[in-house]
């Protein structure tokens, strides 16, 4: 099973910056999909933004768009989200998830990290 480890969350100042990382236990091959979801209390969790492992194919919420960049480094099964102009809204856990190619829908999650973005 694909195991996911989530790493760079910390508290930030509004206007700020993140880059979140989400290492991989085995690389994705084919039409495996990573993807990034954020989660903040009582809300429910909410897609982010989701990439191929060439880079080729990328796709992002509309709350996040022009602000966030999901990239990966496929040699070195990682995936990470920069997160610039961070706003007081984008203040969540955000996990990292993966779809392998012969399935429709995240099958696997990461334990999350937490990202605090203050006033």
């Known amino acids: 099973q694909v195991q996911l480890v989530e790493s760079g969350g910390g508290l930030v100042q509004a206007g700020g910056s993140l880059r979140l990382s989400c290492a991989a236990s085995r690389r994705a091959f084919g039409g495996y999909l990573m993807g990034w979801f954020r989660q903040a209390p009582g809300k429910e969790r909410e897609f982010v933004a989701a990439?191929?492992?060439?880079?080729?194919?990328?796709n992002y919420a509309n709350s996040v768009q022009g602000r966030f960049i999901i990239s990966r480094d496929s040699a070195k099964n990682t995936v990470f989200l920069q997160m610039n102009s961070l706003k007081p809204e984008d203040t969540a856990v955000y996990y990292c998830?993966?779809?392998?190619?012969?399935?429709?829908?995240?099958?696997?999650w990461g334990q999350g990290t937490q990202v605090t973005v203050s006033e």
């Open positions: 998830a993966a779809q392998p190619p012969s399935r429709k829908t995240y099958d696997y």
């Open positions: 990439t191929s492992w060439s880079g080729t194919n990328t």
